[in-house]
């Protein structure tokens, strides 16, 4: 029995109604504690967090099924990845033992190798390498691109935009031998330029790191996202899910339940 306060639990199930909802993840750690880095997750609390999710009554989707934001949605969550580190592996194989779908959007030019863009935490870091990424695909996983080396995409020219777009999409293409058709903007860096780049480039859904239920900005190339931190309990995640913001503490639930 998952250990989470009554308010909370409630909370989680009555956002289906405004539905869909997108999480955002980075890391996965061993363990139940706190990762020190904000992006990272502990594995036995992601688990919780997705059985919570399945007791509650949603209905998990790839990011990809979301591409139409006139078809119903009610009680639908997809649950994304951003980046590709090796650590987020045991993630998969949990969703897989529940026969639940989730998207992880990879860097395609560091697939197999160390993280190579600048960042004080994950420098450096493994990624997933092709044979993982098949076999996340082959077991109902969807592979989406986050660009060919993680860069602030509207802060670089039209050219450079292009290579990191499609190239990223033809490089995961070409180690799937499938389609992909879903993107995350790194660092939710985006433009009126960008989108209409990454549209061009064949995608068909986009995700931002706004907040907020999906379809918020009426765009399937400007998908909002929920973050879940290292730090979120099992009762703050249900909060968050039911107000739909990334800052879920007891002050936004009354200021929630005054405003109705």
Not at 183 to 209: I, L, R
Request: charged share 25%.
């Amino acid at each position: 029995m998952l250990r989470i306060d009554p308010i909370a639990r409630y909370f989680a199930r009555a956002s289906r109604s405004v539905a869909p909802l997108i999480l955002m993840y980075h890391a996965v750690s061993p363990g139940r504690g706190h990762p020190d880095w904000l992006w990272s997750v502990a594995l036995e609390r992601f688990i919780d967090q997705i059985e919570l999710l399945r007791d509650s009554g949603w209905k998990f989707r790839k990011v990809s099924e979301l591409a139409n934001n006139t078809a119903p949605h009610e009680g639908t969550v997809a649950v994304t990845f951003d980046d590709g580190y090796r650590n987020n592996f045991p993630a998969f194989e949990a969703l897989a033992a529940r026969g639940l779908p989730a998207t992880w959007f990879v860097v395609s030019g560091n697939v197999g190798r160390p993280a190579a863009w600048s960042d004080e935490v994950t420098t450096g870091w493994e990624m997933l390498d092709r044979g993982q990424l098949l076999e996340m695909s082959q077991a109902g996983m969807e592979i989406g691109g986050h660009t060919r080396e993680h860069c602030r995409l509207a802060e670089i020219g039209a050219e450079h935009l292009q290579n990191q777009v499609r190239g990223c999409r033809e490089d995961l293409e070409q180690i799937l031998g499938e389609a992909v058709t879903s993107f995350a903007y790194p660092y939710g860096s985006h433009s009126d330029q960008v989108v209409a780049a990454t549209q061009e480039a064949g995608y068909k859904v986009a995700c931002t790191t706004r907040a907020g239920p999906a379809f918020a900005d009426a765009d399937p190339l400007r998908l909002r996202r929920l973050a879940v931190y290292s730090h979120d309990s099992l009762s703050s995640f249900g909060r968050k899910v039911g107000l739909m913001r990334n800052e879920a503490s007891w002050g936004r639930v009354l200021e929630n339940i005054r405003t109705g």
